[in-house]
């Protein structure tokens, strides 16, 4: 796996494209939107660009999702990222493709790949919207992802169902 090291931390310089946890086990791939709606164990599905889209079940498999010597960052950790970028309102730009109205001079290089609602299993915002989950749980159901999206340069940062379906972005453990 590629990375770049953006101030103290190293991150994967794309998406992960597993289909298998750290185990060896096969993660389910579910492409019915019902079954999708419907799950509380771990899956993926594939975006029409290509990218894999995780529920956070997957991300909190004791299986393991990030490969061996990365792991799926905390909210913790996104934050860092975003601050040494200048914060939220401007670290989008600098972290999103020169292809998706970003300047990428982080080295991050990330893409729209849009997400997967909980709600209906519906594919949303493809080519707009870039969604990546923390590790981070917030309650019961809910955990927080960050988002960048075309017509805006900086980070917005949320809750969300455990069911979304979001890209992951893994960081190198140390």
Known sequence: MNTI????????????????????????????????????????????????????????????????????????????????????????EQMKASSWNGTNSSGFNASPSGFRKYWGGLLKEVGYGGYWWTSSADGTNLAWYLALFSDYGGVYRNNGKFQNGFSVRCLKTF
């Open 5 to 92: 090291k953006i101030g103290s931390q190293e991150w994967a310089t794309e998406d992960l494209k597993v289909t298998k946890f750290r185990n060896g086990e096969d993660i389910p791939l579910v492409t019915d939107n019902t079954e999708w709606f419907e799950l509380e164990t771990a899956a993926y599905c594939i975006s029409p660009d290509g990218s894999h889209l995780y529920n956070w079940y997957a991300v909190n498999d004791p299986r393991g999702l990030a490969p061996d010597g990365f792991h799926v960052p905390s909210d913790n950790e996104w934050t860092e990222l975003v601050e040494h970028l200048g914060g939220e309102e401007v670290a989008g």
